[in-house]
């Protein structure tokens, strides 16, 4: 069949219709436009038509000749894997199939870098925690994220992180390092569930291992916190209601608000509306040089005026606490620490009395 039956000047002297160049490749022309098309039978014995892109028509004579010359070699190459039995056109699909399929797989691994654990949790942090707590604060709880949590599981995409390998990670901390183990999986619990909201991911794994990082704790780590099971709390205090002296009331004091012993030993009138049942504790006073409320119960209220009239309201050694322990034959069981603060923050994760993080506030972390 003859081929490259076209010249440049047969092209550029053309007017609308069609041309033939031989062997399936033609030119249509309309309005000085032109488009070059490969007419060919398929494999399967259909009639196909393919486009090959527009032609240069008009104009400039090397640019008409380069434009068929293009052309030409496509159709060499259309006629190539027909002689193979391929379909060029399904070929041509095929490859931008292809092409789709690795921007699509480029967007979506870009996607994925963008919500890797570190990214969330650190946007959580800017957002959320930077703007409720002291700067000190702040950097302490992204940095226990950053200094403890290994690569794998720190820098994957937060919705790839899985329960099992996440509870591995956690109770690997948890052996080195059990009360920093538990105030990280708090706060990437926090962080879970921000991103659950936001559709970064599906579930929640920090939630999800809490109950089997409580257990992988057992008796040993138990008693080495010396926090009293709580429900071992409700006889402790029937007993320490029996008992005369201000460390009796400043312990109760402490339970009721599970505040740390320099705080309530130092605690002054001016910090307390008992009117409004409220107590707010200065920033240079706590741990976190960030100001407390708390807010009391009636219970903690009749304690305090109790003590009108004193100077202070629980004016104590450091220790009166622990020896009022000793007196009552509890000191080897739980220490002033685990009993306030310990035993309350247990009890509350457990029957999940709150959010994690308005449970830390509550122990002013």
Avoid at 28 to 49: C, E, K, L, N, V
Avoid at 50 to 73: P, W
Avoid at 244 to 253: M, R
Wanted: aromatic residues 4%; positive net charge; proline residues 4%.
């Amino acid at each position: 069949m003859p081929i490259h039956l076209l010249s440049t000047r047969q092209i550029a002297g053309a007017g609308d219709g069609q041309l033939a160049d031989g062997e399936g490749l033609t030119l249509r022309i309309a309005s000085d436009q032109g488009r070059w098309w490969f007419r060919y039978t398929a494999p399967g014995g259909q009639r196909r038509a393919m486009s090959l892109g527009a032609a240069i028509v008009r104009g400039d004579a090397k640019l008409i000749d380069q434009s068929l010359r293009q052309a030409r070699e496509i159709a060499a190459e259309a006629r190539g894997l027909l002689a193979r039995g391929h379909d060029p056109l399904e070929q041509r699909n095929a490859g931008k199939d292809q092409a789709r399929k690795r921007v699509e797989d480029s967007k979506s691994i870009r996607k994925r870098d963008k919500t890797t654990l570190a990214r969330v949790a650190r946007a959580y942090h800017e957002a959320v925690i930077e703007q409720s707590r002291t700067a000190l604060h702040a950097h302490h709880w992204i940095t226990s994220l950053e200094n403890h949590l290994p690569a794998s599981i720190w820098h994957a995409p937060i919705d790839s992180i899985t329960p099992p390998a996440l509870l591995d990670v956690m109770l690997a901390i948890q052996r080195k390092v059990p009360e920093t183990a538990r105030r990280i999986r708090q706060r990437l619990e926090a962080v879970f569930n921000d991103a659950q909201l936001r559709g970064q991911c599906q579930g929640n794994p920090a939630l999800t291992i809490r109950r089997s990082m409580t257990e992988a704790l057992g008796k040993r780590h138990q008693k080495s916190l010396a926090a009293l099971p709580f429900a071992e709390v409700p006889v402790f205090v029937k007993a320490l209601r029996q008992q005369k002296g201000v460390a009796a009331k400043a312990l109760e004091f402490a339970m009721l608000t599970a505040a740390r012993t320099a705080e309530v030993l130092g605690a002054q009138w001016a910090e307390f509306d008992l009117d409004a049942a409220l107590w707010v504790v200065p920033g240079h006073r706590m741990k976190a040089r960030e100001e407390h409320a708390v807010f009391l119960s009636q219970r903690a209220v009749e304690i305090l005026r109790e003590r009108r009239g004193e100077p202070q309201p629980f004016k104590l050694s450091n220790l009166a606490m622990l020896m009022l322990l000793r007196r009552m034959d509890y000191a080897n069981r739980t220490t002033v620490h685990g009993l306030c603060r310990a035993s309350f923050s247990t009890r509350a994760n457990e029957k999940n009395a709150g959010r994690p993080d308005a449970i830390e506030a509550c122990l002013a972390h």
